[in-house]
């Protein structure tokens, strides 16, 4: 049985929920940001802000001087919770199986449909009928025989729009896309294909074994065979396999370690905030610093027990933070990764003494707070690194 997968994308999902709750915000310029302040992060951003210059990932201050009238909303976890719903309700009517990584990002697995839902291309557009008449959002939709290439192809046509790779055309449409769509191109290996003087992902697929491991290292393999469209990573089903990503660029690369720290402290409170909303805990914990002479650092830790409270996501951040943060080199952005995510259940080790009682309430009130008054309400103080963290 051939495969058949079909990857939806809503560009700017936050921005996108927050228009679905009121309807005046249409054609505004705004902005969802993660608190007010010197160190406030924007997440996401309107289709008229963005016009305007601003982007996620940037910092507030600069967002609001590109654009004058920038209204900034916070973010609403509980709404973009239940649309998160909605579009699982819908696309569970054709796919036996799907995978949904949030921020409207979803991939279903529609093979052996064709009885019932017609051609691939027909099951997708139907998908996306009824999304835009039940839900009122519109989206880029791509169906093709693997992962990469749906993604890579609704990456080119997005805001909105639909494309149908045929099976056996997946190296000639991806030949000619630009080589940063190529999945697996990070900052460090983008600079390496500038040097080669790669601009298109069928550069790279001309490569000759020999050539793309002497280009690119270890990944070089893999490299080639994205680029010739070739990917049989399966469609997860189910919450074991997901993560949650935050990523913040600064606007002009910082040396400033209470800046770097501030912003990951940002990203851990948004993605740990979205993470309890799901009902999950993660297992690892991931960091990744860009510096800006193209180093890429990252680090990793391991949990042999679900990591749900914000005091625990910081304490294993932190961690791993000092372990990876060991240059005195400008850094560009920093991403922070909650993975390996999988719902708690009952543990009784969490519930075993009074005093961590008190932190679970002491949590869901927090994250009362959040979802009524958004995240800036109550935000975590960062202190200089001589003093002792209680995370």
């Known amino acids: 049985m051939e495969r058949a997968i079909a990857h939806l994308n ?6 996108a929920v927050a228009a679905l709750e009121d309807r005046k915000l ?10 007010k302040g010197g160190r406030a992060v924007v ?7 963005l016009k305007g210059g601003v982007k996620p990932g940037m910092a507030l201050t600069l967002a609001e001087r590109l654009v004058r009238d920038l209204a900034v909303l916070p973010p609403n976890p509980a709404a973009c919770h239940r649309v998160n719903g909605l579009l699982e309700t819908v696309i569970a009517r054709y796919a036996p199986v799907w995978q949904n990584d949030g921020g409207g990002n979803l991939y279903l697995d529609i093979s052996g449909t064709k009885k019932l839902f017609g051609p691939p291309a027909d099951c997708t557009r139907r ?18 025989i693997n992962k990469l290439t749906c993604k890579v192809a609704s990456r080119v ?29 990070g900052p460090l290996l983008m600079r390496t294909a500038a040097v080669a003087g ?33 990917d049989d990573s399966p469609v997860e089903n189910g919450a074991g396999k997901r993560r949650i990503k935050r990523r913040a660029d600064f606007p002009e690369d910082v040396l400033d370690e209470e800046i770097i ?28 610093l860009v510096y800006s002479d193209g180093v890429v650092l990252s680090g990793r830790e391991k949990s042999k027990r679900l990591l749900v409270l914000e005091k625990d996501i910081f304490a294993a951040a932190e961690r791993v ?53 958004g995240k800036g309400a109550v935000m975590r103080g960062i202190v200089p690194r001589n003093y002792c963290l209680s995370f």
């Open 43 to 49: 997440w996401d951003v309107s289709p008229t802000a």
């Open 157 to 185: 046509i997005r805001p909105v729009g639909f494309v149908d790779v045929h099976p056996g055309d997946e190296a000639a449409f991806l030949a000619n896309k630009n080589i940063a769509l190529l999945p697996g191109m």
């Open 321 to 373: 933070y000092r372990k990876t943060a060991d240059r005195r080199v400008r850094v560009s952005s920093v991403c922070v990764s909650l993975e390996d995510l999988a719902p708690p259940g009952y543990e009784a080790e969490l519930f075993s003494f009074e005093d961590e009682t008190k932190e679970w309430r002491l949590q869901r009130a927090l994250d009362l707070i959040h979802d009524r008054y």
């Open 26 to 35: 249409l054609g505004r310029p705004y902005a969802i940001a993660g608190g």
């Open 127 to 144: 998908v996306l009928k009824e999304i835009k008449g039940e839900i009122s959002l519109e989206m880029a939709a791509a169906a093709a």
């Open 198 to 230: 790669f601009r298109e992902i069928g550069e790279i697929a001309a490569l000759s074994k020999g050539e793309a491991v002497s280009l690119f290292g270890k990944r070089g393999l893999l490299l080639r065979d994205f680029a010739l469209g070739i």
């Open 10 to 15: 809503i560009v700017g999902f936050q921005s």
């Open 261 to 288: 720290r501030g912003a990951l402290a940002s990203l851990l409170e948004n993605g740990g905030l979205q993470m309890r909303r799901d009902k999950l805990g993660a297992r690892a914990v991931c960091l990744t």
